[in-house]
Every structure is written in C-alpha cells, then in structure tokens.
C-alpha cells in the first residue's frame, strides 16, 4: 500500500477524547507500577492512531491548498483538539502525580515527565477558542501563500517555481524574478499583516489568560524549551553578531568581486559563482532516483528507511499550484514510515531539502522502532534539526552524482550558505521577541523593526528599491513567523552543532563524523538538547567561544578552496 492508498477516516475526537479521560482514571486507580506503565503504552498506542490520522489530513491539506475537502478537515481539527490536548494534559497531571513515577521514568524516560510539566502550563479551559482562532489563521496564512501566483515576461508561475530563475546566472533575469515576487508578495500584502495582527493578538490574550504579560515566555513553554530561556538565545544571537557577521560580510565583499559588482543586492545574495550556482544535472524524478540511491549507498540502516519510503510512495517533491510552499517530514506513526513534502524547482535547493528532510526521516525510523516512545519523549525541535543539518554536510561524499564536476563547487556554495543563514536565523529569531514583547506594535512598526534588524545581521545586502523587500516585509515570506513562532532560532542552535560534526568530518574523516551523528541521533529524546549533543562529544552551542572556534575550522576550508568559485 502506498500513501496514497491509504483510506482517510475522519478522527473522532469526541471518542478519543473519552478514551484520554477512561486513560486518566485508570493511571489514577493503578496499584502497581506494571499497571500504570500498562496504561501509559495504551495512551502512546491511542497517540499513535491520533497522529497517524491528523497526519494524513495534514499531508493532503498541504498537497493542495485549494482542496475544500480537506480544508474543512483542518478546521474540525483546528476547532476540537485544543480541548482534546486540555484532556491530554489532565492524563499528563496524573502521570506526574502518581506514586509511581519513578518506574514510569525508567521506562518512559526522565525527560517526558520533565515535558509534560511544561506542557501543563500551555492550556487552559480558558484558552481553547483563542487556540482554535489561533490555528484557523495558520490555515489562512498556508492558503493564502500556497495560492499565490508571480507573473515574469509574460507567463505565470506558483511563488515556489521562481527559485531557478532567482539563482539565474543572467543578473537582469534575478532582478525580474525578485521584481515578480516582491510584487506578489506586496499586491497581498494587506491580507499578510492583517492575519499577523490577529495572530499576534490571538497569542497575547491567551498568554495573559495563563497569567504572563506577553506571549513570548508561553511561545518558550509551547516550544518545550526545557534547557535554555529567552537570555541564553539572546548570548547566542550575540555571539552570531560578533563572530559569524563579520566573516560573512567579508565573503560577501569577495563575492560582489566575483561578480563583478559594487555591492551584493538582494537578487545577488544566493549567487556565489560569476557563472551560476552549481545546479543539479539531473531534475524531478531522476534527481529522486539518485537521492534514493545516496541513501542506499551510505549505509544498511538509511537503506532500510529510505526503501520503505520508496516502496510507500511516501515522497511528494515537485511543485505545482495551489501547493504548500516549503519542504518537511512528518511521520505515519501506524505505518511506520516518515514522509517528506518539498517543492523541486530546479536548484541546488532541490538536493538540500531532500538530504535535510532524509535527515529527520532516518531519524524518526529510529524512534519509530521504539514502541515505548511517548510523545512526551521526543526529541524537541532544535535537536530534530541537528539530525537534519547534519545529515546536509554528511551528505557531501556523495554529491557527485547530483553536481558532476562541479560537486566540490556546490560543497563550498552549500558551506557559506549555512554560515549565512546563521545571522538569518537570529534574525528571525530576534525580530518575534521584538515582537511578541510589543504586541500593540502596528503593522508599519513591525516592517521597521525588520528593516532595522537588516542592516544589524545582514549589513551587507542592499535592497535597492525592490518593491517588499526594501520596505521591511520579507519576513511575510517566512512560514514559521506566522505558524510556528519561536522555531526558527532552532534551525541555528542545531546549525552549529551540524558545522561541529562537518568540522569533524573535515579533520578526521566521515567515519568519525557519522560516529558522533550516531552518537547524537540514536539517543532520541533521552536527554534535552543540550544534554545529548554533549554526551555525543560536541559542545553545546550556548558555550562561550563555540562559534569562534567553529568559524576559525570552517574559514580555513573555505578560504583554501575559494578559488573554484
């Protein structure tokens, strides 16, 4: 059976929701520790069955944003589960409150008792309208940008279409693509700060309801932040300022040598090669083929994860309209399957989503075999993107059959890539706190804020007068922003970790790298973020110092290989 076979039935969460409340009174009444484990494998059984369904209504609202069907499915979803979670969480309380926790920590783990305390302070009664408001507007947001349309010389293309042309070696072509899409973006521009003003809102009654002044500390408890807070982020974003900037912006200078221009503007940005970015020599279904065979080559276990995928069909990769912009892996929890959402569009970006996504997919085949697994025991989000940027860098040996002749090219492109994204990311990060903290700030204040933020992390670019991009609104085009707030600081707390293990690979060798990957990935959720990367050898990315020395290891590669730009 593929994903695609497989018969969609509507979850019934009124019938879950009794079966969470029968759960609760049963770990309450248990008189023996076997007993009350017993009952928490039945709540990870029931858990399993609930994410396997509201997965599949996810993959197939995202397939196609225009879908009536399955639009309708997400708002019953939006609308039920925040009282189905508030029930989830009454069995949470009972866990933690049992006399025997700590058999259930044995098996269960620490950490998941340590998460469900968190996850108690998320909801309330009180809340679950503002959480149903709050997730119909995710919906509006996904629609709103997976219906959108750029017109370039004439013909009309989906947004997530216009990346070849934006990494065009032709400058003038850039510019046109980036005119097409700041144009878009601009024209829809009211209906993107009007969402965000509501969203923003939505948030704040319910962390005031919950008794926080603003929503930033319940976006941290919403995120199971269970090992840093808002002034150990703030250190690292300082760090990324005073060490990652700085070497970014002199290779940007080198690059607008390269090209032969005065300074890097925005349609320049990604462009590192006079002559183009290395594309990929293969497109769409042959590109699939060799990222199959990338994962077959590299070892028994990526084999067995990625033939199961293939054989399931558990791929959608190439872009088309009313589709989801961006890329992810989620998890068929009853089948036993990962499965990654991308939208090929013909560049570089095409083998890095599919290494990235194949990351998180090889390690969510991992945890998948554990049938003790709760959700609670996870791996929180940062340390699920050190399985995923890792993978990125652990794929190089193999980026030959992608690039051809030009795979240490694209090695050198995809490493300044991920030094620049650093000062992105915080960026991101730095402008939600700003934010969330100034929830009465209007839309106009807002773009002011990102366009001050611009020239602090990113000094270097210059956004002419780009309709979008030079009035301070490119973070509309971030999906996180507005779905997913205080993610995107995860993506740098695990790229640093990710260059660790490159770092590695570089002086010792790939062997020792995937070592320490294997170290790091087949802990799963056992400890927090900070408490697995040290345990597999690499240093915590909050640790004083850890990005200069990273910087010093990658600047000597880079700058030894510089010339095959």
């Excluded at 997919?361 to 998948?368: E, K, R």
Aim: glycine residues 6%; contains cysteine; negative net charge.
């Amino acid at each position: 059976m593929t994903v695609n076979e497989i018969e969609y039935r509507r979850l019934d969460i009124e019938d879950c929701t009794k079966t969470v409340l029968s759960l609760t009174d049963e770990i309450k009444n248990a008189v023996s520790p076997d007993e009350a484990i017993g009952c928490v494998r039945k709540y990870i059984a029931l858990e399993r069955s609930m994410g396997t369904v509201l997965s599949l209504s996810s993959i197939r609202s995202t397939q196609n944003t225009a879908d009536e069907f399955y639009e309708k499915e997400e708002q019953y979803y939006a609308e039920t589960t925040p009282g189905l979670m508030e029930k989830i969480n009454l069995f949470y309380k009972a866990m933690l409150e049992s006399p025997f926790r700590l058999q259930m920590e044995k098996v269960f783990g620490k950490v998941a008792f340590v998460n469900a305390e968190i996850s108690l302070k998320t909801i309330s009664p009180e809340i679950l309208s503002l959480l149903h408001e709050e997730s119909l507007l995710c919906i509006e947001y996904q629609k709103l940008q997976g219906s959108m349309m750029a017109e370039l010389d004439g013909k009309k293309y989906p947004i997530t279409m216009l990346g070849k042309f934006k990494t065009s070696d032709v400058r003038e072509t850039r510019k046109k693509a980036y005119l097409a899409e700041g144009k878009a973006y601009e024209e829809k521009g009211k209906d993107f700060d009007e969402i965000y003003d509501k969203m923003v809102s939505v948030r704040t009654k319910a962390a005031r309801a919950l008794g926080h002044d603003c929503f930033t500390p319940l976006g941290y408890l919403r995120m199971t932040r269970n090992c840093y807070d808002p002034d150990m982020v703030r250190a690292f974003r300082q760090q990324v300022k005073d060490v990652v900037v700085p070497l970014v912006s002199e290779l940007k200078k080198k690059q607008a040598e390269r090209l032969g221009i005065e300074r890097v503007t925005i349609y320049d940005d990604a462009v590192l090669c006079p002559d183009g970015n290395p594309k990929p020599v293969v497109e769409n279904d042959e590109l699939y083929q060799r990222g199959l065979s990338l994962y077959r080559d590299m070892g028994e276990q990526t084999a067995q994860m990625i033939n199961k995928m293939d054989e399931m069909g558990a791929f959608d990769l190439y872009s088309r309209e009313n589709k989801m912009s961006g890329g992810y892996c989620t998890v068929l929890p009853d089948y036993a399957v990962p499965y990654i959402f991308a939208n090929f569009n013909g560049t570089a970006g095409d083998v890095e989503v599919f290494t990235h996504e194949g990351g998180h997919a090889f390690a969510s085949s991992i945890m998948l075999r554990d049938k003790d697994m709760l959700g609670l025991s996870e791996p929180t989000l940062e340390s699920c993107e050190v399985h995923s940027m890792s993978m990125e860098f652990l794929a190089w040996p193999y980026l030959e059959r992608f690039y051809g002749g030009l795979s240490e090219r694209a090695k050198l492109v995809h490493l300044i890539g991920a030094l620049e994204f650093l000062p992105y990311g915080c960026m991101v990060d730095e402008f939600q706190h700003i934010v969330y903290d100034n929830p009465d700030m209007t839309p106009e204040q807002r773009h002011e804020a990102w366009a001050a933020l611009e020239k602090e992390y990113r000094p270097y670019l210059d956004f002419e007068d780009l309709p979008f991009y030079s009035h301070g609104r490119m973070w509309q085009r971030q999906l996180h922003i507005y779905t997913n707030p205080f993610y995107y600081i995860d993506y740098c707390l695990a790229q640093t970790v990710a260059l660790e293990v490159l770092e590695v690979m570089l002086n010792e060798g790939w062997e020792k790298a995937w070592e320490k990957y294997m170290d790091y990935t087949t802990q799963g959720g056992s400890g927090t973020f900070v408490e697995m990367v040290e345990k597999a050898g690499l240093q915590s990315p909050f640790k004083q110092g850890v990005l200069s020395g990273i910087v010093e290891a990658v600047s000597k590669y880079i700058s030894g290989n510089i010339s095959i730009l």
